[in-house]
């Protein structure tokens, strides 16, 4: 039986030196590890407008969205299936902190991500849509 079917949409964001915005999970599913800003799509919403809510919520940074580079499915908790969209997303503002349900945030070259836990793939994902500068 197919889960119960749960928009989410996500925001790869680099600095102006090329460091990718990290957020620590603080909760289930894949609490404490490290991945892209992002959550459930709120009713009314699309997921663009989600994907800036998002990481404005969770890392304190505002961004104007561009293009949606994928769609994901993942597996949550009990029967949900999260559909996620995540999109390629340029800061115009704001100031890091960690807030919303993220237990941290922070900015990461490729190197340093070698060295963190990340979601299950994160690296993968993002090296072969050609998001990790330098690879």
Known sequence: MEGRRVPAAGAVVHDATGRLLLVQRGRE?????WTLPGGRVEPGESPAEAAAREVAEE?????????????????????????IH?????VVGGALRAGDDA????????AEMADLPLTTDLFGI???AGLLPGR
Request: hydrophobic share 45%; net charge negative.
């Open 59 to 83: 890392t304190g940074i505002v961004v104007t969205v561009g293009r949606e580079w994928l769609v994901l499915e993942r597996p949550g908790p009990g029967d949900v299936l999260f559909e």
């Open 126 to 128: 993002l090296d072969r």
């Open 29 to 33: 599913p894949q609490a404490g590890r």
């Open 103 to 110: 237990a941290d945030v922070g900015w990461f070259t490729v």
């Open 86 to 90: 995540d999109f390629v997303a340029e």
